[in-house]
């Protein structure tokens, strides 16, 4: 066969990121003496239509792009390349990508203290071979420190990332001044929000 296509975006049994993935690219040349690569007539199909496709000279033929408005899919991606010659060859390949692992990281139900809280993450491949793989990890919460009134907090839900102070002890002053504290929040940048800090005095009901 006098054209040659090679060199498509992801290998055999490859994987990529998304994010590390802005195009798919063919190497298409024409090794006929005399014969050249059509660009009119070599391009990519996605789903049985052909889609704009650009081209960047290499020695004998070209580097041949297809950027897609999207790259998230539910499912398979079906990619065809067709390419054609100054001599009237017509050649064909056909790509076909799976998406792979699909990540679900279960809900911490209870941050109480002196508790073991489980993390955990599943992993469901749904490439050639389907398969589910795990991997957890725990830690331990610190345990109620000695004073007059020790509290934990307990996460409301996982979107406002509210929270309620359980109070661990039953005895109230009245009159007395109680203050809470809130401090050691990071975010996932690891950026530290500034001591929090609520005073309040409990009434005598009488």
């Not at 789903?47 to 704009?52: L, Q, Y």
């Not at 993450?121 to 331990?140: D, T």
């Not at 009134?149 to 307990?154: F, K, T």
Request: net charge negative.
């Amino acid at each position: 066969m006098a054209i040659e296509i090679s060199s498509f975006s992801l290998d055999i049994k490859e994987w990529k990121k998304i994010d590390e993935l802005d195009y798919f690219k063919v190497n298409v040349i024409e090794t006929t003496s005399g014969s050249s690569i059509v660009t009119s007539g070599t391009y990519f199909i996605k789903d049985g239509i052909p889609v704009s496709t650009s081209y960047v000279s290499i020695p004998g033929g070209y580097e041949c792009r297809y950027y897609p408005s999207s790259l998230v899919s539910s499912g398979t991606i079906y990619l065809d390349f067709r390419a054609e010659s100054t001599s009237g060859e017509v050649k064909t390949q056909n790509y076909e990508l799976l998406y792979g692992y699909h990540l679900l990281f279960n809900e911490v139900v209870d941050w109480g203290p002196h508790n073991e809280v489980v993390v955990s993450i599943f992993a469901r491949n749904n490439v050639i071979c389907p398969n589910l793989e795990s991997k957890s990890f725990s830690f331990e919460t610190k345990d109620l420190q000695s004073t007059r009134l020790s509290a934990y907090i307990m996460p409301i839900t996982s979107v406002d990332l509210g929270a309620v102070v359980y109070p661990q002890d039953a005895i109230f002053y009245y009159g007395g001044i109680y203050t809470i504290t809130i401090s050691g929040v990071k975010d996932f940048s690891g950026n530290e929000l500034k001591p929090l800090r609520f005073t309040f005095t409990i009434e005598n009901p009488t």
